[in-house]
């Protein structure tokens, strides 16, 4: 589901405003960002991760 939504918001800008996103902040899973990156012919969409998701991460990886 999140994947569909993130697909249609990404296509319902360049509908409505004649533009692109360029980057996609994530929150570590790869899913969503696979369906996105090539999404637009002549622009290719870059990954960002969100800092709170990847403390959140190194803190769990740390405890175990």
Known sequence: METEG???VFQRIEDKH????????GD???KVFKEVEDTYKSVRVVKRECVGHVQKREKKRRKV
Not at 18 to 25: D, I, V
């Open 6 to 8: 993130v697909r249609r």
């Open 18 to 25: 004649k533009m692109q996103y360029t980057e996609y902040y």
């Open 28 to 30: 570590g899973d790869d």
